[in-house]
C-alpha cells in the first residue's frame, strides 16, 4: 500500500531560523499518529507544508502522490484544524458549519448535529462572541464531520475542559472505528492520547526525533533505582538517557528493548523499577542533554519495532 | 472549477450581511437626502448629491474584507488559491453585474420621477452625457470592478508582506504621487492636464479608464495570492 | 490502561481474566475489537492485536462474518498456563524479599500456613 503521506528531507527556515531540519518520514493508511513535541518544535509548520498553507525552503513532500500545492484532488481530501484557525467575523456557528459542509465531500451533517449538542455549542451564536473553548470544540467538529481520509488536529482543544477533551476523544476513536482514515493529533497532552494514537512521531527544534509505534515505545523507558553498582550493571542493556545520585544510590532512566525478563533481572539485583508513560518518554527524550543522543536512541527504536 | 463556485457559495453563506452591507449604506444616505432637500425647499433648484458613492465605499472595503477574513478561512478549508482567487472574482463580479443593474433601473426611475418630486440626483450621473444605454449600465458597473480589485490588490500586499509591504506600498505611492504633482507644477503642466480630463467623455472616465485600470490590478492580484500564506 | 507495558498484551490479559473467572464462558461470544476499543478507549488496532494473541495462541477462534468465540478448553489451558506463571511472578518475589528480611523458607512456610488463621 503506498503511504497517504510521504515527507523526504523536509527543511524549513524563516529568516535565520530553522523551523524543519531535514525531516523524513512517511504515514500509512487509516492510523492514528501522534505528532509530538513542544511548542515551538515545529509541528504546526509541518502541517501547514503539508496542506500547502506553507512553502518548503527545500526538500519534498507527497499527499496521496502528489504535491498538495494548488492541487484540488489532494486539497479536498484534507481537513487540517488548527488551534489559530480564524473565520470570517459575519459568520454563526451554523454558518461555518454549512461553509464546511460544501467543501468536504464527505461531510456527515447527522454526525456535525450531534457533536453540536454534545459541545453544547450554541448554533445561532457570532463567531466573535465563542470563548475560546467554544472555538475549540467548533473546528473539531469540522474536523471529524468532514470525515476527510487525511484529518490533522493541531492542538485542537485549547480551552476546553477535561469533560469536553474526553468527549473529543471518545468521538474520534468512534467515528474512526466506524471510518477509518488516517488522523495525525499534534499535542502536548501526551498522557490523554498515548492510548489512542497507534503510532509517534517526535519533533524537537525541527528535527525528527523519534517514528515509532506507540506500542513498542510502551516500557521501553524505565527508570530503576538502587545501589550505583546494581544500576550501573542493569544500564548496561540499555542507553540511559537521566541519572540521578545521592549517596551510593543512583535513580537512572534508560531506554531499551526491555521485556518480563529484564523486569525479574532487575528484580534481583534488588533494584526498585518503573516504567515510564508516554509522556515522560517525551520529556526525558526531548530535555536529553546530549542532542546527538535521542537522534540515535530513534534509530534504534525503529530496529526493534522490525 | 467546481471549487471556485464552492468558494463563491462560501462567500455567500451568511448572504443578509453580504447584501444588506452595501444596499444598507445606499438606502439609508439615500432617505437622509431625500429628508434633507425635502425640508430645506428649493435653495437647490437640482440638487445633486454624492450618496450614491457610498456602496462603492461598501463594496471596495468589502473586497478588502474578503483578502483578510475569507481567505484564511477557506484555506483552512482546503481550498487551493486559484480556486480561491477565481471564487472570490465570481462572487465579486456576479455582485457588481447585478447590483449595477439595479442601480441603472433606480437611475431610470429617477428620471422617470422627477428626481423623486424634488428634482433630486441621487442615482443618476449627470456629468455622463451618453444616453447609450449599455454605456450608462457600464458606469455604474466598471467602477465597481476598479475599486474591487484595487481592494484585493492592497489586501494582498498586506496579507503577504505584512505592514512592511503596506509601507513600502504607501511611500512609493505617496513618493510617486507627490514626486509627479511636484514635476507637473514645475513644468506648468496643470492647465494640460486639466483639459485632458475636460477633453475625455463621461464614457471614457468611467468605464474606458476604470476599465484599463482594473484588468492590470486583477493580474497582479493573482501573481500575488498565488505565493500568498493565510 | 496502565503504563509500562503493551496495552495489547493488557487487552490479552483482561481478556484471559474474563475467561478464567468465567464471565466469558466458553463457546461464548467475545466482545468486538471496536467495542473493546471503545470500552478501554484505545486504538481499534490495538485492541484487534490483543485479540488476535488469544486467537494465535488457540484461546479464541473466529466464525467469519460473526465474530470471536472462546474455545472449549481455553479455561484449563489458561489456568495452566497461569500457574506456571505465578511462580515467577509472585514466588520469586516472595522468597527474595523475604531473604533480604531474614526470613527462612521454614518460618515463610509457617507465615504461608497460618495466614488464614490470623486474619
Same mark, same amino acid.
Given at each position: 500500500?503506498?503511504?497517504?503521506?510521504?515527507?523526504?528531507?523536509?527543511?524549513?527556515?524563516?529568516?535565520?531560523?530553522?523551523?524543519?531540519?531535514?525531516?523524513?518520514?512517511?504515514?500509512?493508511?487509516?492510523?492514528?499518529?501522534?505528532?509530538?513535541?513542544?511548542?515551538?518544535?515545529?509541528?504546526?509548520?509541518?502541517?501547514?507544508?503539508?496542506?500547502?498553507?506553507?512553502?518548503?525552503?527545500?526538500?519534498?513532500?507527497?499527499?496521496?502522490?502528489?504535491?498538495?500545492?494548488?492541487?484540488?484532488?489532494?486539497?479536498?481530501?484534507?481537513?487540517?484544524?488548527?488551534?489559530?484557525?480564524?473565520?470570517?467575523?459575519?459568520?454563526?456557528?451554523?454558518?461555518?458549519?454549512?461553509?464546511?459542509?460544501?467543501?468536504?465531500?464527505?461531510?456527515?451533517?447527522?454526525?456535525?448535529?450531534?457533536?453540536?449538542?454534545?459541545?453544547?455549542?450554541?448554533?445561532?451564536?457570532?463567531?466573535?462572541?465563542?470563548?475560546?473553548?467554544?472555538?475549540?470544540?467548533?473546528?473539531?467538529?469540522? #474536523?471529524? &464531520?468532514? /470525515? +476527510?481520509?487525511?484529518?490533522?488536529?493541531?492542538? *485542537?482543544?485549547?480551552?476546553?475542559? !477535561?469533560? %469536553?477533551?474526553?468527549?473529543?476523544?471518545?468521538?474520534?476513536?468512534?467515528?474512526?472505528?466506524?471510518?477509518?482514515?488516517?488522523?495525525?493529533?499534534?499535542?502536548?497532552?501526551?498522557?490523554?492520547?498515548?492510548?489512542?494514537?497507534?503510532?509517534?512521531?517526535?519533533?524537537?527544534?525541527?528535527?525528527?526525533?523519534?517514528?515509532?509505534?506507540?506500542?513498542?515505545?510502551?516500557?521501553?523507558?524505565?527508570?530503576?533505582?538502587?545501589?550505583?553498582?546494581?544500576?550501573?550493571?542493569?544500564?548496561?542493556?540499555?542507553?540511559?538517557?537521566?541519572?540521578?545520585?545521592? #549517596?551510593? &544510590?543512583? /535513580? +537512572?532512566?534508560?531506554?531499551?528493548?526491555?521485556? *518480563?525478563?529484564?523486569?525479574?533481572? !532487575?528484580? %534481583?539485583?534488588?533494584?526498585?523499577?518503573?516504567?515510564?508513560?508516554?509522556?515522560?518518554?517525551?520529556?526525558?527524550?526531548?530535555?536529553?542533554?546530549?542532542?546527538?543522543?535521542?537522534?540515535?536512541?530513534?534509530?534504534?527504536?525503529?530496529?526493534?519495532?522490525? | 472549477?467546481?471549487?471556485?463556485?464552492?468558494?463563491?457559495?462560501?462567500?455567500?453563506?451568511?448572504?443578509?450581511?453580504?447584501?444588506?452591507?452595501?444596499?444598507?449604506?445606499?438606502?439609508?444616505?439615500?432617505?437622509?437626502?431625500?429628508?434633507?432637500?425635502?425640508?430645506?425647499?428649493?435653495?437647490?433648484?437640482?440638487?445633486?448629491?454624492?450618496?450614491?458613492?457610498?456602496?462603492?465605499?461598501?463594496?471596495?472595503?468589502?473586497?478588502?474584507?474578503?483578502?483578510?477574513?475569507?481567505?484564511?478561512?477557506?484555506?483552512?478549508?482546503?481550498?487551493?488559491?486559484?480556486?480561491?482567487?477565481?471564487?472570490?472574482?465570481?462572487?465579486?463580479?456576479?455582485?457588481?453585474?447585478?447590483?449595477?443593474?439595479?442601480?441603472?433601473?433606480?437611475?431610470?426611475?429617477?428620471?422617470?420621477?422627477?428626481?423623486?418630486?424634488?428634482?433630486?440626483?441621487?442615482?443618476?450621473?449627470?456629468?455622463?452625457?451618453?444616453?447609450?444605454?449599455?454605456?450608462?449600465?457600464?458606469?455604474?458597473?466598471?467602477?465597481?470592478?476598479?475599486?474591487?480589485?484595487?481592494?484585493?490588490?492592497?489586501?494582498?500586499?498586506?496579507?503577504?508582506?505584512?505592514?512592511?509591504?503596506?509601507?513600502?506600498?504607501?511611500?512609493?505611492?505617496?513618493?510617486?504621487?507627490?514626486?509627479?504633482?511636484?514635476?507637473?507644477?514645475?513644468?506648468?503642466?496643470?492647465?494640460?492636464?486639466?483639459?485632458?480630463?475636460?477633453?475625455?467623455?463621461?464614457?471614457?472616465?468611467?468605464?474606458?479608464?476604470?476599465?484599463?485600470?482594473?484588468?492590470?490590478?486583477?493580474?497582479?492580484?493573482?501573481?500575488?495570492?498565488?505565493?500568498?500564506?493565510? | 490502561?496502565?503504563?509500562?507495558?503493551?496495552?495489547?498484551?493488557?487487552?490479552?490479559?483482561?481478556?484471559?481474566?474474563?475467561?478464567?473467572?468465567?464471565?466469558?464462558?466458553?463457546?461464548?461470544?467475545?466482545?468486538?475489537?471496536?467495542?473493546?476499543?471503545?470500552?478501554?478507549?484505545?486504538?481499534?488496532?490495538?485492541?484487534?492485536?490483543?485479540?488476535?494473541?488469544?486467537?494465535?495462541?488457540?484461546?479464541?477462534?473466529?466464525?467469519?462474518?460473526?465474530?470471536?468465540?472462546?474455545?472449549?478448553?481455553?479455561?484449563?489451558?489458561?489456568?495452566?498456563?497461569?500457574?506456571?506463571?505465578?511462580?515467577?511472578?509472585?514466588?520469586?518475589?516472595?522468597?527474595?524479599?523475604?531473604?533480604?528480611?531474614?526470613?527462612?523458607?521454614?518460618?515463610?512456610?509457617?507465615?504461608?500456613?497460618?495466614?488464614?488463621?490470623?486474619?
Amino acid at each position: 500500500m503506498s503511504p497517504v503521506v510521504t515527507v523526504t528531507d523536509l527543511t524549513k527556515r524563516y529568516g535565520g531560523v530553522t523551523a524543519l531540519d531535514g525531516v523524513s518520514f512517511s504515514l500509512a493508511e487509516n492510523r492514528i499518529y501522534g505528532l509530538l513535541g513542544r511548542n515551538g518544535a515545529g509541528k504546526t509548520t509541518l502541517m501547514q507544508i503539508l496542506t500547502a498553507q506553507n512553502f518548503a525552503t527545500s526538500g519534498d513532500v507527497a499527499v496521496f502522490g502528489q504535491h498538495p500545492y494548488e492541487n484540488e484532488r489532494v486539497l479536498s481530501r484534507i481537513s487540517f484544524i488548527k488551534e489559530s484557525q480564524t473565520y470570517p467575523s459575519a459568520l454563526r456557528v451554523h454558518h461555518v458549519l454549512r461553509a464546511a459542509s460544501l467543501v468536504h465531500p464527505c461531510w456527515d451533517e447527522e454526525l456535525a448535529q450531534q457533536l453540536v449538542d454534545d459541545f453544547r455549542l450554541p448554533p445561532r451564536r457570532n463567531v466573535r462572541k465563542l470563548s475560546r473553548g467554544m472555538l475549540s470544540s467548533l473546528g473539531i467538529i469540522v #474536523g471529524l &464531520a468532514s /470525515r +476527510a481520509p487525511l484529518t490533522f488536529f493541531d492542538e *485542537p482543544y485549547l480551552g476546553l475542559d !477535561a469533560v %469536553a477533551r474526553q468527549i473529543f476523544y471518545d468521538r474520534l476513536l468512534a467515528d474512526y472505528t466506524e471510518h477509518p482514515r488516517t488522523i495525525v493529533l499534534s499535542t502536548h497532552l501526551i498522557d490523554e492520547v498515548s492510548d489512542l494514537i497507534e503510532h509517534v512521531l517526535l519533533i524537537d527544534r525541527g528535527r525528527l526525533l523519534l517514528d515509532v509505534e506507540a506500542e513498542a515505545l510502551r516500557g521501553q523507558v524505565l527508570t530503576v533505582a538502587g545501589p550505583v553498582a546494581a544500576v550501573d550493571e542493569f544500564t548496561r542493556t540499555g542507553a540511559e538517557l537521566h541519572r540521578v545520585l545521592l #549517596g551510593g &544510590a543512583a /535513580r +537512572a532512566t534508560v531506554r531499551g528493548d526491555f521485556g *518480563p525478563t529484564d523486569h525479574d533481572r !532487575a528484580r %534481583a539485583l534488588g533494584l526498585t523499577l518503573e516504567a515510564s508513560s508516554l509522556q515522560d518518554t517525551v520529556v526525558r527524550l526531548t530535555t536529553a542533554t546530549n542532542g546527538a543522543a535521542p537522534a540515535t536512541v530513534g534509530a534504534t527504536s525503529k530496529e526493534a519495532v522490525r | 472549477m467546481n471549487r471556485a463556485l464552492t468558494v463563491a457559495r462560501l462567500q455567500f453563506v451568511a448572504w443578509p450581511l453580504v447584501v444588506g452591507w452595501p444596499w444598507g449604506i445606499l438606502a439609508s444616505s439615500f432617505l437622509i437626502n431625500l429628508a434633507i432637500f425635502a425640508s430645506i425647499g428649493d435653495a437647490d433648484p437640482e440638487p445633486t448629491t454624492g450618496g450614491l458613492a457610498s456602496i462603492y465605499i461598501v463594496m471596495f472595503i468589502a473586497c478588502v474584507n474578503v483578502i483578510i477574513q475569507e481567505f484564511p478561512f477557506a484555506m483552512g478549508l482546503g481550498m487551493s488559491r486559484r480556486s480561491f482567487y477565481l471564487g472570490s472574482l465570481l462572487h465579486f463580479v456576479g455582485q457588481a453585474i447585478v447590483y449595477a443593474g439595479v442601480l441603472h433601473l433606480l437611475s431610470v426611475v429617477e428620471k422617470a420621477t422627477g428626481g423623486w418630486g424634488l428634482d433630486l440626483t441621487f442615482f443618476g450621473l449627470p456629468f455622463l452625457l451618453v444616453e447609450n444605454p449599455v454605456l450608462r449600465y457600464l458606469a455604474f458597473a466598471i467602477p465597481f470592478l476598479l475599486l474591487g480589485f484595487l481592494g484585493f490588490a492592497i489586501a494582498l500586499v498586506f496579507k503577504r508582506w505584512g505592514i512592511n509591504g503596506m509601507l513600502t506600498l504607501s511611500t512609493a505611492a505617496f513618493v510617486g504621487i507627490g514626486g509627479l504633482a511636484a514635476l507637473t507644477t514645475w513644468r506648468g503642466w496643470w492647465p494640460a492636464i486639466g483639459g485632458w480630463f475636460a477633453d475625455q467623455s463621461g464614457g471614457a472616465l468611467l468605464v474606458g479608464w476604470p476599465a484599463l485600470l482594473a484588468l492590470p490590478l486583477a493580474a497582479v492580484s493573482y501573481l500575488i495570492i498565488r505565493r500568498a500564506t493565510p | 490502561m496502565e503504563d509500562g507495558r503493551p496495552l495489547f498484551l493488557q487487552i490479552a490479559e483482561l481478556l484471559e481474566n474474563s475467561i478464567l473467572d468465567g464471565t466469558l464462558a466458553e463457546e461464548g461470544q467475545v466482545p468486538s475489537t471496536n467495542e473493546l476499543a471503545a470500552f478501554h478507549r484505545i486504538n481499534p488496532a490495538t485492541a484487534a492485536k490483543g485479540v488476535n494473541k488469544l486467537v494465535d495462541d488457540g484461546t479464541l477462534y473466529k466464525k467469519r462474518g460473526i465474530g470471536m468465540f472462546v474455545s472449549s478448553g481455553a479455561r484449563a489451558k489458561l489456568r495452566g498456563r497461569r500457574r506456571d506463571e505465578f511462580a515467577r511472578q509472585y514466588v520469586q518475589p516472595l522468597l527474595t524479599e523475604a531473604r533480604k528480611l531474614g526470613i527462612d523458607p521454614a518460618e515463610l512456610k509457617h507465615m504461608i500456613d497460618t495466614w488464614e488463621e490470623t486474619r
